[in-house]
């Protein structure tokens, strides 16, 4: 009897541990007939004012598929990335399906931890895609990844606040900075929010500048050319200027809190913030005093980086045939217009793009052909790391423990290491 328990107790124990996970569930995930059933797991990364959306229409694949249980995990963006390889790594705890951001594509693929779905029900009307969503969705010849939404930067600004100081929206960054003076001296507020601690937004300075991270065609490291330390001086003259306040960490919260309370005028932010800022007391009761715009530009050119997420599936799910499933729904039109009526994400199928709905809102008619001319980045598995480096340089600009020429200088030698076959 003893013995008995014991090996029960176990069993027991192994079935709620893998179902807490994704590829150790054990399903098959066909049950007799062809019917899907087991469970899939899917790891989501959407915040906090995303996440109910989210969960809700994960779930909603229960409805169409009653065999199957979603098994919904929110991770944090901050953590998903190191969580999914770790977990994939081990072959112990990964989920079934991930939302795998666009530079993460290229690098979990590399590593042998995706399942290729050319030729899976995963891959639905494929011609359906924005050309620029699949590009992040191929590595070497296969599809590892369906496009969720696109995005990219904007300005988003306080419209009240501009117009009582008498200020146009600034189409450049030295604008910024005039314009937060005047701000400054008629509400005491600060023109500008910078993220300091996340690297995505040291794009916009860089572009602006006319430079880029990296020359791909010729295999040149280009991040350290003038524009890059140019981008760096351009964002500490803002801080130090006090036309913009920083944080050297949990950039994302400060920012939006600051934002949508009102004590910053100005945020170069993405679609994924829209709904946090209309929540909060600046825009929840007048949601017309949100203003979206186009980054600022700098001395050579105006532009903002390409980003956005993909859904993928685990190389050694025990479930792929509903796991297929499960990212064809989720990428499904029918669900990106449902996501883009609840949070105003940008859909990643041009069918979507004609709903009364989606061409009703004003965010997306306003995002669309700022996604259709942001810059791409190079879809390679290094892709992931090249940030790192200029998280580390920037901060240290910022509160002064480097020269903006010294950050680009250190950025550069960073990525040749990186990138062995660069110059
Ligand atoms: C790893 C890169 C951009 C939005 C919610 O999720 C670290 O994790 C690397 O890829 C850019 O595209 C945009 O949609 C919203 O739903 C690991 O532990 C790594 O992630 C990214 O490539 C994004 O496109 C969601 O919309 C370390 O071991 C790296 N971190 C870039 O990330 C946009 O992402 C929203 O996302 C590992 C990181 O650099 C990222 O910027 C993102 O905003 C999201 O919240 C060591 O190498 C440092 C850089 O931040 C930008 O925030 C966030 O708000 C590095």
């Not at 450049?172 to 005047?182: L, R």
């Not at 932010?269 to 980054?295: C, H, M, R, T, Y």
Request: glycine share 10%.
């Amino acid at each position: 009897m003893r013995r008995g328990i014991a090996a029960t107790a176990l069993v027991a124990a192994l079935a709620l541990t893998a179902a807490a996970c994704g590829g150790d569930d054990g399903d098959s995930g066909k049950s007799s007939g062809g019917k899907l059933s087991g469970t899939v797991t899917f790891w989501d990364t959407s915040n906090d004012a995303e996440k109910g959306t989210y969960q809700k229409l994960a779930k909603g694949f229960e409805e169409l598929h009653p065999g199957v249980k979603v098994n919904y995990v929110n991770v944090a963006f901050g953590e998903a990335n190191a969580k999914f390889k770790n977990a994939a790594g081990g072959n112990s705890g990964a989920p079934d399906v991930m939302r795998t951001e666009v530079a993460w594509v290229a690098d979990f693929a590399n590593l042998g931890y995706l399942a290729p779905l050319d030729g899976t029900p995963a891959l639905d009307k494929p011609d359906d895609y924005l050309g620029q969503a699949v590009a992040s969705t191929k590595f070497k010849g296969k599809t590892y990844a369906a496009p969720q939404t696109i995005d990219s930067l904007a300005l988003f600004y306080n419209k009240k606040m501009l117009k009582d100081a008498g200020v146009k929206v600034p189409t450049s960054f030295d604008e910024v900075k005039t314009a937060a003076g005047k701000i400054k001296s008629k509400s005491g507020k600060t023109g500008l929010y910078l993220r300091g601690d996340d690297p995505y937004y040291y794009l916009p300075y860089l572009y602006g500048e006319g430079g880029d991270l990296l020359d791909t065609k010729n295999k040149k490291v280009t991040v350290d050319d003038a524009p890059g330390a140019a981008a760096f001086k351009v964002m500490k003259d803002l801080v130090d200027s006090k036309a913009a306040t920083t944080d050297a960490s949990d950039g994302y919260n400060n920012q939006l809190n600051a934002f949508k309370d009102g004590d910053v005028a100005m945020a170069i932010d993405g679609p994924w913030s829209i709904e946090g800022a209309l929540a909060g007391k600046q825009f929840k009761n007048d949601k017309g005093n949100l203003g979206v715009a186009p980054v600022p530009a700098g001395s050579a050119r105006q532009a903002s980086p390409q980003g956005g997420w993909n859904l993928s599936a685990y190389a050694g799910s025990k479930n792929l045939d509903a796991s297929y499933e499960f990212i064809k729904y989720m990428s499904s039109a029918k669900v990106q217009q449902q996501t883009t009526e609840k949070l105003s994400l940008l859909p990643t199928r041009t069918s979507v793009y004609e709903a009364k709905s989606v061409k009703g809102n004003q965010m997306v008619q306003f995002f669309k052909p700022a996604v259709a001319t942001s810059v791409q980045r190079p879809w390679i598995p290094e892709a992931n790391s090249l940030f790192e480096p200029i998280r580390l340089e920037m901060g240290k600009v910022l509160t002064g423990k480097t020269s903006p020429d010294d950050a680009a200088k250190d950025v550069g030698d960073a990525y040749r290491k990186l990138l062995k076959d660069y110059k």
